[in-house]
């Protein structure tokens, strides 16, 4: 056996592990990432991802590339049998405050490749592909792993200050910290089919559909290109082989397309779940993504939820990589993310309700004022003292800067001040980039918005601290 040193050991590369290991590389943290699989997962998965996960996209330098790649959703409407729209979802066609659309429609492998690809290149991180994690044991300072090759059978020893297990559903991680899921209540088993259109079908339209009825639930997608999803309900005597026989899977679809329109790219069962860790950490092990929590998909969410966990945790940890005395800083993690994945999961769940019953009251339940039609969610870190300015602990918007860059681009990821007015020095903190709303008047239009005079601006985005005067900026950089 062999022993290697990194700081931080990532378990799994599907989209929280890739984006995790990209952070802390750019954070300058020396990563090792072990995939157990040597292929991207083929099966179908997320096709849809928002406005805040682009902008990491855009730390990570990939959203030019990637936004050749994704369209942009007009929007989701439920509809009853008959067609009659019960709850309208609409997302904005233009760029929002976060410097991006609200809502994308993409083909899962597509930003798994990017991810991986921007990883290859990365000076700090090394994937080894093909490599399972098989058991895992920490120290008061180190973890090891276990690691078997899975072409060879070989087996070695790794050893790394800290794990995160971004291994998904069945997380070995989360079995060698003792931890299971606390189950939330939903369960359902649902069977998913991608297509790819062989002519053009306008008639499908570009919204997401979700067509309500208690005995036949069922999905549209309108994916990239020519890709197009449906996803159906299935009775719980239904067996997988039976559903997703060729036959079967063309009687289904029958009433939107037939053979002429389509090819069946792949299909799939799956049980839909929703679920949080019982705990995201023990000491130098971490979980992130559905190693942490899994979510019915009616929302789009989950791999979204994935990647919030990996832009909050890699500059905690680069903190405590760079000074282990930093590490109760790691209690913040669960802490602030918990419940913020609650939050979009228990909405899913809502919606998951009103998919199976036609429900009119929880539409309208579910709806702002009565209106019937869904606001997005917008949601404060857990664990905020409730007396805190109501900006701390939200998401930041992404101002235009004078020279016409998005913020992000300015930052990196770090963290920065954002204040109404110039400060004289501001440019010799080292620690801290700092913008004034008078060399960039969006950035003075944002604080206005936002009531307050300055904020700081931690690296995943989220607001640490708000000032109502100068004098506080003043302190704060001294
Ligand atoms: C039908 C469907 C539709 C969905 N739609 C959406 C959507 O539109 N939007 C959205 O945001 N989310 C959606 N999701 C959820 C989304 O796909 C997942 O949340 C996301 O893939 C989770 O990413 P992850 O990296 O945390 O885990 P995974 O993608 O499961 O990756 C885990 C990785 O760890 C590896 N691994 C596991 N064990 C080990 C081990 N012991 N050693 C080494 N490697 C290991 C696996 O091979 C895998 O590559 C959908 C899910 C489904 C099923």
Redesign the pocket.
């Known amino acids: 056996m062999s022993n290697t040193e990194c700081d931080v050991a990532v378990?799994?590369?599907?989209?929280?592990?890739?984006t995790l290991a990209n952070l802390l590389a750019l954070s300058g943290v020396q990563v090792a990432v072990?995939?157990?699989?040597e292929a991207l997962?083929p099966?179908?998965?997320?096709?849809?991802?928002d406005d805040e996960?682009m902008r990491l996209f855009q730390t990570l330098g990939i959203s030019d590339a990637l936004s050749e790649r994704v369209r942009v959703n007009p929007g989701m409407r439920f509809v009853d049998d008959a067609g009659t729209l019960l709850l309208d979802w609409p997302r904005p066609q233009q760029p929002g405050p976060q410097g991006w659309h609200a809502s994308y429609r993409?083909h899962?492998p597509d930003l798994e490749q990017l991810l991986r690809q921007t990883l290859d290149t990365a000076p700090y991180a090394t994937l080894h592909s093909g490599?399972?994690?098989?058991a895992i044991e920490q120290t008061p300072d180190r973890v090891s792993l276990d690691?078997t090759d899975t072409r060879t059978g070989r087996a070695s020893r790794r050893v790394a200050r800290y794990a995160v297990g971004?291994?998904?559903?069945?997380?070995?991680?989360r079995e060698a910290m003792g931890a299971g899921y606390h189950d939330l209540g939903f369960a359902e088993r649902?069977l998913?089919v991608d297509l790819l259109l062989k002519r053009e079908r306008p008639d499908l339209g570009d919204h997401t559909l979700q067509y309500c009825n208690p005995d036949y639930p069922a999905t549209y997608?309108r994916n990239p290109g020519k890709r197009r999803r449906w996803?159906f309900r299935l009775d719980r005597d239904e067996g997988d082989a039976d559903a997703t026989a060729p036959a079967a899977l063309w009687t289904r679809l029958s009433r939107w397309v037939s053979t002429r329109d389509a090819d069946i790219e792949r299909a799939?069962v799956?049980t839909?779940r929703s679920a949080l860790a019982t705990q995201w950490q023990t000491s130098r092990l971490l979980l992130?993504?559905?190693?942490a929590h899994?979510?019915p998909?009616f929302?789009?969410?989950?791999?979204?939820?994935?990647?919030r966990d990996a832009a909050n945790l890699a500059w905690k940890l680069a903190h405590c990589v760079a000074d282990d005395a930093a590490q109760p800083l790691l209690a913040t993690y669960e802490a602030e993310r918990a419940p913020h994945a609650r939050a979009y999961i228990d909405t899913a769940m809502r919606l998951g309700g009103l998919i199976n019953a036609a429900d009119q009251d929880g539409a309208l339940e579910l709806a702002e004022s009565g209106s019937r039609t869904l606001a997005s969610l917008s949601r404060r870190l857990g664990g905020v003292p409730e007396n805190t300015h109501p900006t701390v602990g939200q998401l930041m918007p992404q101002p235009i800067l004078a020279d016409g860059r998005r913020l992000d681009d300015a930052v990196g990821y770090a963290p920065a001040l954002l204040t109404r007015e110039a400060v004289p020095g501001a440019h010799a903190h080292n620690d801290i980039a700092v913008f004034d709303g008078d060399t960039h008047p969006d950035i003075g239009g944002a604080l206005d918005t936002l009531g307050v005079h300055a904020v700081r601006v931690r690296p995943d985005r989220y607001a640490s601290e708000v000032a109502c005067d100068a004098e506080t900026v003043k302190q704060w950089l001294r």
């Open positions: 378990v799994g590369c599907g989209p929280t592990g890739a072990f995939e157990r699989s997962y099966l179908p998965r997320a096709v849809h991802f996960c993409l899962q490599q399972a994690v098989t690691v971004c291994d998904g559903a069945h997380s070995t991680v649902w998913v997608c996803e799939a799956y839909f992130a993504g559905d190693a899994l979510t998909p929302m789009g969410q989950g791999m979204c939820a994935g990647l």
